[in-house]
């Protein structure tokens, strides 16, 4: 069997690429297409899959001619939202938009969806086509991925979306002019996949309101069930580093993006107080996306404490989290790998206007205010890290969040979802889910 995986984003290659290599390793073919910059072409993860058997990866410039590229790129920016924003850029795209309306943009939207199914499938008529969780704010045009799926499932091609995070919150009103409990309309756009896949219950609770709930697959988290961390620990792109001289405590914050709201003046405050402790260091890591966006980024105050820094982009949150002792977390998913390697995290909950799932499933873990950061810095400092958690709490946030309550094999869940939906639709009407060389180009 065969399938075509898009990836956009350092999110969803972080979550996606257990789910291909299991894939490969179940004798398998994959074509891997990356639809971001290309840059990601250089991404240890994305380096690991070349390696694979049965699995090639390809930007998708190579796959289209060079008109179609240039076509399929210019209709891209022209429906981008981060460039809509740009003042006199925006206004322009906008009015080339209206005037180069959808049933023009349509024609290169189905050339190329055509044209990139033909080049992975090559009419061999078992296959399945995945992306990541996609909406209408999706930097990559929605249009584009409809028609990618419409055609894929005209073909006899299944079609399923695949987690690229989880949930870090355990609320609803966490944006930024978010006013009304209410289902999320972007979600809505899930209709157009045969399946979508989320890790645990409160992430298919985004859905629910739009989908049936045999279109919902509860599958446990490919990124941070046992068998991948495994294997990543083989692949991650530093070792650990020993400590500067003098710090006995080397703390991480992980900041989420600019659109969630963040009391970003007590955040400093936070700082500040932590780089007034002899013996802690302090590093600042902004959302993988839309960091540089973030107030504290900038911040010349913070950037004159010694033992504070911001990490530079190309610091995988990975490494910074085996070279650290400590986490400060204001509601990423990120750091669930910490958690489940028995490492503090603090729920900095007070920090933002959510509530974490952290902090839902493991209490102790809540930081309300001010002190409470003091207080559990100057234990570390003088106790160590050790008995943190509430071991029962961290096993069923562990059973629940991560394994989906069905145990921690969950990787030979996925690639069973995969292997359904890639079978010929006649034989998918007549059986149920079971538990080398990509062609050239």
Not at 177 to 192: G, L, M, N, S, T
Not at 225 to 230: A, V
């Amino acid at each position: 069997m065969k399938a075509l995986f898009f990836l956009r984003h350092y999110n969803d290659i972080d979550h996606i690429t257990p789910v291909i290599s299991k894939w490969s390793e179940s004798g398998h073919e994959s074509l891997v297409v990356l639809l971001g910059p290309t840059k990601f072409l250089k991404d240890y993860r994305i380096k690991f899959l070349g390696t694979l058997d049965r699995v090639r990866v390809v930007h998708i410039w190579r796959l289209l001619s060079p008109l179609q590229y240039i076509q399929w790129r210019l209709q891209t920016l022209l429906l981008i939202k981060g460039v809509r924003r740009l003042f006199l850029i925006g206004k322009l795209a906008e009015a080339l938009a209206r005037k180069y309306d959808a049933s023009k943009r349509a024609v290169v939207w189905q050339s190329t969806a055509k044209r990139v199914l033909e080049r992975c499938f090559g009419g061999k008529n078992d296959g399945v086509v995945a992306f990541d969780w996609v909406t209408s704010d999706s930097p990559v045009p929605f249009e584009w991925i409809e028609t990618v799926v419409a055609t894929a499932r005209a073909l006899g091609y299944g079609a399923v979306s695949l987690p690229h995070g989880d949930s870090p919150h355990a609320n609803q009103l966490i944006r930024n002019q978010e006013w009304v409990i209410k289902p999320d309309d972007k979600y809505a756009e899930a209709r157009i996949f045969d399946k979508v896949v989320v890790p645990n219950e409160l992430c298919a609770t985004r859905f629910q309101p739009f989908l049936d709930n045999e279109a919902i697959a509860v599958l446990g988290s490919p990124r941070y069930c046992d068998e991948w961390l495994n294997k990543l620990a083989t692949l991650s792109p530093a070792p650990r580093e020993n400590k500067p001289s003098g710090v006995r405590l080397r703390i991480v914050m992980f900041l989420r993006k600019r659109e969630f709201t963040t009391f970003w003046e007590e955040v400093g405050q936070v700082i500040g107080m932590i780089a007034a402790f002899p013996g802690v260091e302090l590093v600042i890591k902004p959302h993988t996306r839309g960091g540089w966006k973030q107030p504290l980024t900038g911040s010349a105050s913070l950037r004159q404490l010694a033992n504070v820094r911001v990490a530079e982009d190309s610091e995988h949150s990975i490494t910074l989290m085996n070279q650290a002792d400590v986490i400060i977390d204001l509601a990423t998913s990120v750091v669930f790998e910490a958690i489940k390697a028995g490492k503090p995290v603090l729920a900095a909950d007070y920090l933002h206007a959510g509530r974490s799932a952290m902090a839902h499933f493991m209490p102790e873990t809540e930081i309300k205010c001010r002190d409470d950061v003091y207080t559990l810095i100057d234990r570390f400092l003088a106790s160590g890290c050790d008995s943190y958690y509430v071991e029962e709490h961290r096993r069923r946030f562990i059973d629940e969040m991560l394994h989906a309550s069905s145990g921690p094999d969950v990787l030979p869940r996925y690639v069973a979802l995969l292997e359904a939906l890639a079978k010929p639709k006649m034989q998918q009407e007549t059986s149920k889910p079971e538990s080398g060389s990509i062609d050239q180009l």
